[in-house]
């Protein structure tokens, strides 16, 4: 109880201290600290991709629209300084018809340097336009730049930026009944090469979903293809360039044996939807792995320089749930993994760290229903995550969720016990309860003051 003369009236001030002003020194999730899961788009929205471009990160997503057929497809985006307030929705170029019961990804999103931004929209079946921020500070929009196109369809574009400023486009078309990957190239994002078969050597078929990284002065584009000879499960491919036109034959990276199977041969493995990121400058790989008997996993390891697995592949996920869609990241110099798994129908996003005394878990969607398609992006050493969720497995519309870092707190609440707050009092001894507000991160603590200054700031304790 605090003392004080009768007819004094009193203002308190309290200063909160949230857990995540400090880290600890070994790299851990626990020290990740977020608001509660927000709905932020809330319905009939897929596939969030989001990069920070300057001071504001854009949040790039396909909303999905009646139409006379099966529906259409609109492109939008939303900005944000911080991830407190977000813009209103924004449409990009025109919306695109699909047929079918999901409607397919249809953009393809990165960064191309400083404050810019670039963007490949398939905005019809033979016609892949090509879109850019010029500065993402000033949220500018996204203009039109070029545009690539081929004889016949192309579907799920992936743009990714050169060191050199230019750019690498792909796409996966028909041939003769069979997915391959397409390649072109520009300059500029204007004027792009024509399309041609990434992969010429006719061993390797079925390939699709590229993944690229510029490692030690090469070109690196990791995909999935088949190898009939060897066997008709899908393997990881990689292929090489110093100059982005000519590439190595197709490299074999998938050729390892798991320990945990007993050795069991390569060839007898289903390996599908890799991605190659930069951990510690050196290129790591994850990826979807399983054996015909086993539920899908998401495995990882680094590369060494001639494009093949430092050790053996590495299991990340669990045996004993089925995961997919992985995706890599950086935490202080370790591998940071996202990706999905299905327990009891209900697939929550993961996050996963790679440190030294093995991986550590999260789980970040910690709202109901069933979470997939995570993107992570890093804006002022805070980590941002969105995903994509259904309410539930029979649910059609799928909306986006948004995990804020915790970056303030609002003040504990006084509740008098003996007096009206505002009121005089003749009252010698004041009596109140601190109540701490609900903060998903918790207060270590905080600090107050009697004053009749309502502006005073309580000194900070340690």
């Known amino acids: 109880m605090t003392k004080f003369s009768r007819w004094f009236f009193c203002f308190m001030a309290f200063s909160a201290v949230l857990n995540s002003v400090g880290l600890a020194q070994t790299p851990s999730l626990m020290n990740l600290y977020y608001e509660e899961p927000q709905l932020l788009i809330p319905a009939h929205v897929r596939y969030p991709q989001s990069y920070q471009l300057g001071n504001r990160i854009y949040l790039v997503y396909q909303r999905i629209l009646p139409g006379e057929q099966d529906g259409i497809i609109q492109v939008e985006y939303q ?34 340097g400083g404050s810019q931004g670039i963007l490949a929209i398939a905005e019809d079946a033979r016609t892949i336009r090509i879109y850019r921020v010029a500065d993402g500070q000033q949220d500018a929009g996204f203009l039109p730049i070029g545009l690539a196109s081929a ?6 574009p992936t743009i990714v930026t050169r060191p050199d400023g230019g750019y690498f486009l ?33 061993a390797t078929i079925l390939t699709f979903n590229p993944s690229y990284q ?37 490299q074999l990276v998938t050729n390892q044996s798991d320990e945990l199977d007993g050795n069991l041969e390569p060839r007898n493995y289903d390996n599908q939807r890799p991605r190659l990121g930069i951990v510690n400058s050196r290129p ?39 995961a997919g869609n992985p995706q890599i990241s950086e935490y202080r110099g370790l591998p940071l993994v996202s990706y999905f798994d299905n327990p009891s129908g209900n697939s929550r ?40 969720n259904r309410a539930s497995g029979s649910a059609v519309s799928a909306r986006i969720f948004y995990r804020q870092p915790d970056q303030q707190a609002a003040p504990p609440q006084i509740v008098p016990l003996n007096y009206q707050l505002g009121r005089r009092s003749n009252v010698e001894q004041v009596r109140y309860r601190i109540v701490p507000p609900p903060d998903p991160s918790g207060i270590l603590g905080f600090s107050f003051s009697w004053s009749q200054d309502q502006n005073v700031i309580p000194a900070q304790r340690d």
Do not use: C, K, M
Not at 86 to 99: A, K, N
Not at 291 to 297: D, G, H, I, L, P
Not at 306 to 312: E, K, M, T, Y
């Open 79 to 112: 900005t944000s300084l911080n991830g407190l307030q977000w813009s209103e929705p924004r449409r990009i170029g025109p919306p695109t018809p699909f047929s079918g019961e999901i409607p397919p990804p249809i953009f393809s999103f990165t960064r191309s």
């Open 151 to 156: 004889g016949q369809t192309l579907v799920s």
């Open 170 to 202: 792909f796409a996966t078309q028909d041939v003769a009944g069979r997915p391959s990957l397409q390649f072109s190239s520009s300059i500029s994002g204007g004027q792009w090469s024509p399309f041609v078969e990434f992969t010429t050597d006719p």
């Open 214 to 250: 510029f490692v030690n002065g090469e070109h690196w584009v990791l995909y999935q293809g088949v190898l009939p000879t060897v066997s008709n499960l899908y393997q990881i491919f990689l292929q090489r360039s110093t100059d982005g036109v000519s590439w190595s034959e197709p």
């Open 284 to 322: 790591y790989l994850v990826w979807e792995r399983r054996t015909q008997t086993r539920n899908v996993q998401i495995y990882g390891g680094f590369l060494q320089g001639n494009g093949s697995l430092v050790d053996f592949p590495e299991p990340i996920s669990s045996r004993g749930i089925g």
């Open 349 to 388: 996003v993961i996050l996963a760290l790679g440190r030294p005394a093995g991986w550590q878990f999260r789980t970040i969607s910690t709202n109901p229903g069933v979470n997939t398609f995570a993107a992570l992006v890093w804006a002022n050493d805070l980590l941002h995550v969105f995903w994509q």
